[in-house]
């Protein structure tokens, strides 16, 4: 990861916000090859949930929601997170995080003093006393049922263990500074950012930055419906910021305070909704592998009923294995009627539908996929880092697909006398309004080779003497080094070829 955030600064592709002020917490600027990227990203998930499905249409809704909004889809209540923070290092941990941190280590250490193995000394979570207790507990257990200890019993002391690491958070070692007695109890905190329309700041005129895009998608389903004269099933697709107060924001662009979200939402007929789920999951799959991510670092993980989101019945998240682990991408959720019937008990407005099909009405069921832009891009640029050595030196590169590589092609003159730069510009030229192209004619052909190396341009041409004679260029393909001669005018057909019309 720190080779990659390394590399994003150098090239200008994402960097912190408000540098020459030492930045603000987890923000991040997109600077011109990576605000590119991350645009090919969202038009290209446009492309394949809009203009692909004749029954879905896009919204543009305000980030800004009438607050009633908020209270009605359950964020006012429930968009909560409990955190603990160690008042000696600072570090903030969800509190679900730190308790399955400390159930870890007890396991460890169960196991360590179980086979007599030795005890690392991060894996005594909470003082001796404490340990004691399980320890002299376990002992017990052994003499009296000699052997292997029973699963049941495991589970059970593990669970009161939790349950005391709960209830004694001042004996409790931090994981990160590994100093005890500085654990604050668990606090409650609500994830919206929250700010006032108009000059004076009461209750009266509280509103919430929106946390997803999706409910700007609810409350106007009615008119985009009627307007587009749409029928169940149809969807409602957005990409648009959406804001949080992470706790623990971080790993770079992963999770941040300020993100943009591409969600769908796709209204069905009641019972229809695990099909669909089906559907959605696969199609959101295969755009992952359209986008060049690698099958093998994705898969699908299904949240447990008892970590299902507010809102949903069913949930999935696509996760990527990123350098810091497994983590979501993507969510696909089943959210049955439970927006829209609250929109319609909160609003007394008639959220329901008539299918004239079926000759029935009812308030259509939601299945929705929701996906992070950033998490997205992020997911991309690790999955395309590549190293490796040519003629003996380092080169760095990003193997991205072209179809989201911010760079199309490069253009050089191999030098800038003898009339070489004119007819690289005229090339440049040409291309330019077609693909976004790159001129450069400063400094050694290897470094300008290596610079759009760096940001992932697939293919550059290089404009030489004999393309004086003959009228040819170089072409040298990114991954392989690879060049050939082709005509200076088959350029425009060369790109076509390799990546279609954008
Ligand atoms: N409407 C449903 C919803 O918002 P979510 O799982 O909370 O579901 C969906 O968020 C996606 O939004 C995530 O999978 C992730 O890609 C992105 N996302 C959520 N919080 C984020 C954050 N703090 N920073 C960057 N992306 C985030």
Redo the contacts with the bound molecule.
Sequence with gaps: MSKLVALCKRRGIVFQSSEIYGGVGSTFDYGPPGVEMKNNIARLWWQDMTFRHENIVGLDSAVILHPRVWETSGHVKKFHEEFIECRNCKKRFKSEDLFSIAKESFIRYIDAHLHKKPIQPKDMIITGEFLNRYINELDNELSQHPGELSDSFIDNIVNTFVDTIVRNLKHVTCPNCNETGFLTDPRNFQLMFKSNIGVVEDESNLIFFR????QGMYVDYRIVQESSRLKVPFGIAQIGK?F?I?IT?GNF?????E?E?M?MQFFVRPGETSEWLQYWKEQRWNWYLSMGASPDKLRWAQHPQDKL?HYAREAW?VEYEFPFGWS????V?DRGEYDLKAHQEASGKDMTYFDDEQKARYIPHIV?T???L???MLMLLCDAYREDVQAGESRVYLALDPKVAPVKAAIFPLVKKDGLAEIARAVADDLRGRWPVFYDAQGSIGRRYRRQDEIGTPYAFTIDYQTKDDGTVTVRWRDTLEQERIGKDRIGDFLIEKFGRL
């Design positions: 946390p997803e895009t999706a959406a949080r992470e924001p662009i992963f999770r941040t305070r993100f979200q969600e989101p998240d979501e991408l993507e969510g959720h929705e929701s996906a992070g950033n998490r997205t």
